[in-house]
């Protein structure tokens, strides 16, 4: 079995490739450059078929309005809701629950304590003891952060050194200063275990 840093390094490179520059487009002023971020971030999280096409040309952009429509800040107390609403109002306009592309959209907009819900993950956690309740997305959360409580510690020693590798990873025009501080943060341990569940996991 691969060790935890191996899913330290991989998310490491996702983050200064994919999620870095989604997050930082995500912010842009331009309505058309955050449209377009958003398009590409669901193209990558494969979540671009729970979008009926209106017109090519802004197939998102219901849900782009509906994303910056919540305003925050999301904490462990209304996080569940925050999920469910925008999955509700996204259903509205395209007919389809929505739950793993809320959740998704929720963490480039917010990171912790938003938990992307994924089907490859919910089959990790439902063959290794960690079987949610039920069907909803408190449930899934719940299950994932008992599971993520197992690994915290080795994924925090896993983060500790790898400023020390940053010339073989996205990450080589970063500062160790810089490095260090961004996997120090408990939404990059909780993307690290991310990579660890959808390697593992399954879809049934």
Not at 72 to 92: M, Q, W, Y
Request: some cysteine; hydrophobic content about 40%.
């Amino acid at each position: 079995m691969l060790e935890i840093k191996f899913f330290a390094l991989m998310y490491l490179n996702d983050w200064y490739w994919w999620d870095k520059p989604f997050i930082e487009r995500l912010r842009n002023k331009d309505k058309s450059e955050r449209l377009e971020a958003l398009h590409d971030a669901a193209k990558f999280y494969k979540v671009t078929r729970n979008f009926k096409k209106i017109e090519e040309s802004n197939r998102l952009e219901l849900a782009l309005d509906h994303l910056e429509s919540f305003q925050g800040p999301v904490d462990s107390e209304n996080v569940n809701k925050t999920v469910n609403d925008l999955s509700e109002a996204l259903k509205v306009e395209y007919g389809k629950h929505t739950i793993s592309a809320s959740s998704k959209f929720l963490w480039l907009r917010f990171k912790s304590p938003v938990i992307i819900y994924d089907s490859r993950a919910l089959g990790w956690l439902t063959t290794n003891g960690f079987k949610p309740s039920d069907d909803s997305y408190a449930s899934f959360r719940e299950s994932w952060l008992k599971a993520f409580c197992e690994k915290e510690q080795e994924i925090k020693l896993s983060c500790t050194d790898l400023h020390t590798v940053k010339e073989y990873s996205h990450a080589n025009s970063a500062t160790d200063s810089e490095i260090l501080w961004l996997v120090s943060e408990t939404w990059f341990h909780e993307r690290v275990f991310d990579k660890y569940l959808w390697f593992y996991g399954n879809v049934g």
